[in-house]
């Protein structure tokens, strides 16, 4: 395989399933309205993480989130992803699961609003009533 082609990264919400594709070699994720993948609660920072793809390997930035990023269980300020990877980002958790061998449509606009309107569904159906924050996490700046 060829060391330099892009492999998309499909992030898993466990456990429901959903999944949001990373179909760029970066990625942004955050809570502020122009991160490319929006996580809209208040336990994930404005702009919390990067997802970058670089030389066949994906790896994760924190961007000095208040709650940071698990990776398999560390919190760490960057990690490289393999699959099976289990991340939490505030009160999300998701798996890694590369796409190889998958077509990428790279229009941002389109990612966008498909992982967007994914999160925003799954956002929606929590319960109202229900503390959205752990009590372990703290408000995100």
């Given amino acids: 395989m ?32 122009e991160a490319d993948i929006r996580l809209p609660l208040p336990d994930v920072s404005r702009r919390h993480c990067r997802f970058v793809f670089d030389h066949g390997q994906w790896r994760v930035f924190d961007l000095g989130s208040l709650n940071g990023i698990l990776v398999n269980g560390n919190r760490v300020d960057s990690a490289d992803l393999h699959e099976g990877d289990v ?11 590369l796409l190889i061998g998958h ?7 389109e990612t966008q609003d498909n992982g967007e309107a994914i999160l925003r569904s799954i956002a929606d159906a929590l319960p ?9 996490h703290r408000r995100a700046s």
């Fill in 87 to 97: 991340i939490a980002i505030g009160g999300f958790t998701f798996s890694a699961s």
């Fill in 2 to 33: 060829d060391e330099t082609a892009f492999i998309p990264l499909r992030l898993v919400l466990q456990p429901s399933g959903y999944g949001v594709d990373l179909t760029r070699p970066e990625m942004i994720l955050g809570r502020h309205s």
């Fill in 103 to 109: 077509k990428v449509n790279q229009d941002p606009v």
């Fill in 128 to 136: 109202r009533f229900a503390p959205v924050v752990r009590p372990t």
